[in-house]
């Protein structure tokens, strides 16, 4: 039997595609496959100009070993300058640069970006948040009985958790330093059998200045395990009905 080498959410022809963490975890429910898709690695991303903004890549690979591809996909915390919103792609360079009162408590835009893969990767990112470097790499070996690769279900799962978990931007509190460190950490505490590179300097600074954000590592991971839970009885009550 040959299946298409589509995955909904990872894989596909449609482009740019931006979505909020709920709706990309709500696109791989209806799915098979993402479960099969690993993260091969993530990179912690910082913006050189401007106001610095921080933001993670993850790269998954395809469920099939026989396709040579892997899925690159940018994942954001910013205000949301429209809370209603109207599904077009809001570019991530403007939103960080929004610094008035009502950013310091606002609805968040927490996004994932389902990216081309026919772009120079570099580039393209260039186009969306300027001058920017790594700060660190995350990577992921094959599982084995002691290390254990993340599955794009997984990550969407955690996504949704730690979206939820505070909803409101807060400029002082829960910004895009707090995402992009929310996620690298509870990944870490939540999969074992990374290895990760050397630090960069630069992380949760603006212009040399520390940047305050909350802790929220532990109480996200405690979130995360009932989520899952939940998650991977709606899948299955989602394929159930599908079979019917």
């Given at each position: 039997?040959?299946?298409?080498?589509?995955?909904?959410?990872?894989?596909?022809?449609?482009?740019?595609?931006?979505?909020?963490?709920?709706?990309?975890?709500?696109?791989?429910?209806?799915?098979?496959?993402?479960?099969?898709?690993?993260?091969?690695?993530?990179?912690?991303?910082?913006?050189?100009?401007?106001?610095?903004?921080?933001?993670?890549?993850?790269?998954?690979?395809?469920?099939?070993?026989?396709?040579?591809?892997?899925?690159?996909?940018v994942v954001d915390r910013a205000p949301?300058?429209?809370?209603?919103?109207?599904?077009?792609?809001?570019?991530?360079?403007?939103?960080?640069?929004?610094?008035?009162?009502?950013?310091?408590?606002?609805?968040?835009?927490?996004?994932?970006?389902?990216?081309?893969?026919?772009?120079?990767?570099?580039?393209?990112?260039?186009?969306?948040?300027?001058?920017?470097?790594?700060?660190?790499?995350l990577t992921f070996s094959a599982p084995?009985?002691?290390?254990?690769?993340?599955?794009?279900?997984?990550?969407?799962?955690?996504?949704?958790?730690?979206?939820?978990?505070?909803?409101?931007?807060?400029?002082c509190k829960f910004q895009c330093y707090?995402?992009?460190?929310?996620?690298?950490?509870?990944?870490?505490?939540?999969?074992?059998?990374?290895?990760?590179?050397?630090?960069?300097?630069?992380?949760?600074?603006?212009?040399?200045?520390?940047?305050?954000?909350?802790?929220?590592?532990?109480?996200?991971?405690?979130?995360?395990?009932?989520?899952?839970?939940?998650?991977?009885?709606?899948?299955?009550?989602?394929?159930?009905?599908?079979?019917?």
């Amino acid at each position: 039997m040959e299946f298409s080498t589509e995955v909904p959410g990872l894989f596909h022809t449609l482009g740019e595609t931006q979505l909020d963490v709920a709706d990309w975890g709500r696109m791989l429910l209806y799915s098979n496959f993402p479960s099969r898709c690993v993260l091969e690695r993530l990179t912690f991303c910082k913006a050189t100009k401007g106001k610095q903004h921080e933001f993670i890549v993850l790269y998954f690979r395809h469920w099939n070993a026989s396709v040579p591809a892997t899925a690159r996909l940018v994942v954001d915390r910013a205000p949301n300058p429209s809370p209603k919103g109207n599904g077009s792609f809001i570019p991530m360079m403007y939103l960080s640069d929004i610094t008035s009162s009502s950013a310091l408590r606002t609805s968040a835009f927490d996004s994932v970006l389902i990216t081309p893969n026919t772009v120079h990767w570099e580039t393209y990112l260039r186009t969306i948040y300027g001058p920017y470097k790594e700060l660190c790499t995350l990577t992921f070996s094959a599982p084995t009985s002691k290390s254990v690769c993340p599955s794009a279900s997984q990550i969407s799962v955690l996504l949704f958790v730690i979206s939820r978990h505070a909803p409101n931007y807060h400029l002082c509190k829960f910004q895009c330093y707090w995402f992009a460190s929310t996620i690298w950490e509870t990944i870490k505490q939540l999969f074992p059998g990374y290895t990760e590179t050397a630090w960069n300097r630069g992380r949760s600074r603006c212009h040399g200045v520390k940047v305050d954000k909350a802790d929220s590592v532990e109480v996200v991971c405690k979130k995360y395990t009932d989520e899952w839970t939940r998650f991977e009885n709606e899948a299955e009550h989602t394929r159930t009905q599908q079979i019917l």
